[in-house]
């Protein structure tokens, strides 16, 4: 089945410090969202990406689409406490419901 | 609104026992989806509705697990005679499609089971 290699598996890093974070496959999505989790929790939407090439923002987070459809990445500015968790992404297959996941990308940071 | 909504937030059970849990998805979404998760994994697809129909499963879903959405609304997943493997954190997601409208899905808190 469809599989996502999302990089780096963990992060840590200084309070300040931008993040980047990245996700791959072997098939071409049709849509790519990003998902934060904390401990115990649900996964929570970041960003929903549509087009090849969107580049996409919400506050502190800047997602993009990548260009051949097999691709995503994910910045974090600045990054503050609260920043610290598991990111996911997701990929959607066109005409497909399921969201398949990457392994995630666990952020520690060090105030 | 209060989102979607998962009971019981954890369950811890002996193997061989049976196992129910609910999903409340938010109000007049028409599709709904649970996906399993274990430790250190991103979540994976188990089945999903489009209001009161099941309209796929994973293979993930052996036949000990179940799946029902009766009236289109809450949906709950049961798991017969449960085995240590199937210690996960169950999670349940819901969205809207239809006509120009199309959301992402939301997801719950989760179902954390524990077989012992």
């Known amino acids: 089945g469809q599989q996502l290699n999302q990089s780096p598996q963990s992060m840590f890093i200084q309070e300040g410090e931008d993040v980047s974070m990245n996700c791959t496959s072997s098939?071409?999505?049709?849509?790519w969202l990003w998902y934060k989790q904390d401990p115990g929790e649900g996964p929570v939407l970041l960003i929903a990406?549509?087009?090849?090439?969107e580049l996409t923002s919400n506050g502190r987070l800047t997602a993009q689409f990548g260009t051949t459809r097999k691709d995503s990445f994910l910045n974090i500015s600045a990054s503050i406490p609260s920043d610290v968790g598991i990111y996911f992404c997701?990929?959607?297959?066109?005409?497909?419901?399921?969201?398949?996941f990457g392994q995630g990308t666990r952020l520690t940071i060090n105030p | 609104d209060t989102g979607v909504s998962q009971n019981p937030r954890h369950k811890i059970t002996k193997r061989g026992q049976n196992v129910t849990f609910r999903c409340d998805p938010i109000?007049?979404?028409?599709?709904l989806y649970w996906y399993r998760q274990t430790l250190g994994q991103g979540p994976e697809f188990l089945t999903y509705?489009?209001?009161?129909?099941?309209?796929?499963k994973s293979r993930l879903l052996s036949d000990r697990f179940s799946a029902e959405r009766p009236k289109g609304s809450f949906s709950t997943l049961e798991i017969q005679r449960t085995e240590q493997g199937d210690s996960a954190m169950y999670l349940c997601?819901?969205?809207?499609?239809?006509?120009?409208?199309?959301?992402?899905?939301?997801f719950g808190q989760g179902t954390r089971l524990t077989v012992v």
């Open positions: 109000s007049e979404h028409n599709r």
């Open positions: 990406l549509y087009k090849a090439g």
């Open positions: 997601a819901s969205s809207l499609t239809g006509g120009t409208v199309n959301t992402e899905a939301f």
């Open positions: 098939s071409i999505f049709n849509t």
């Open positions: 997701a990929g959607q297959l066109r005409g497909a419901q399921k969201l398949v």
């Open positions: 509705f489009q209001n009161e129909a099941q309209l796929e």
